[in-house]
């Protein structure tokens, strides 16, 4: 299943490299999301398919400590994706409720150390420890466990987003939650003594292939609002000469406080106060512009900024 871990892998890294920009230069907001999506390739790559696992546990003391920090990884990047989605509008990195990924991150920690005895790094530490040992299927369990959890977050959170989007998110979401499942049920059953093949092969298909609906959905909803934000810049030079024409200006207020649609809606608004202020009917051209206002901007009342 290696080329699966390199597609969730790819798909990642081309996401975070293409939405840098954005997200650093010109939208605040997005910069939860792209964090979000910059640990999760971290996390990507401690699973070894492009560097070894020894030489990356090796640092860190060669006892498979590797993958506490992988389990840490995933379940942060897949909390920032779901607070990209329910955020404030006016939300930063600093001001989020850290509290649900700090409490996961010291339960797995806590969990992890209680294993009295690691052994050197192995691929699958949990999955054959968990065959012999109580406290290794216990972490198995946890790590679980808590990853379960904020991907059901993250189909809660995907109805707010658009159709397509909510479709993506939620069928990457739910085949997150079957992965975790079928992993606690092959542990349990590694430990009873009564390993099931197919139970086994579940996670890696489930899982991965959530990544990938999780990523194209982020793709999706970022390409939507670039557009979105292509189309309020145009709006807003027609709108800018329609009202000018109609010397429109006591109504617009202070314009260098108003940015894309809500500069697009005062527009909207002045323009036609304007135009019953003064009772000089609409143009066909005018009354097109501002249709097409109303058509953008209903529109992005669907749309999630921080993307």
Known sequence: MRWIQFLALASLLVMVVARASFAWRRSPRARISWLGGLLGALAMLTLGAVVPQEWLDAPLGGSNLIKLVQGCLTVIA???????????RDARLRTLDWRLPLILVAVFTVTFLSISDRPATTYYFVEEGARFHTDIWLYGVVHMLGTA????????????????????FQAGAA?????????IADLTLTRTGFPTPVVSALFDPLFYAGIVAVVIGIASLWMRTRVAERTSQSLISELVAIADARGTGSFLGDPGLLHGDAHVHSLRIAI???????????TPREVDALRRADVHLSRGQSLVPAQ
């Open 78 to 88: 897949f909390w920032l994706t779901v607070q990209a989605g329910i955020a404030p």
């Open 149 to 168: 959890i904020v991907a059901v977050s993250l189909f809660r959170s995907a109805r707010t987003h658009t159709s397509t989007t909510r479709l993506l």
């Open 175 to 183: 085949a997150v939650v079957l992965a975790c499942v079928s992993e």
């Open 272 to 282: 036609e106060d304007a135009a019953n202020a003064s009772e000089i009917a609409l």
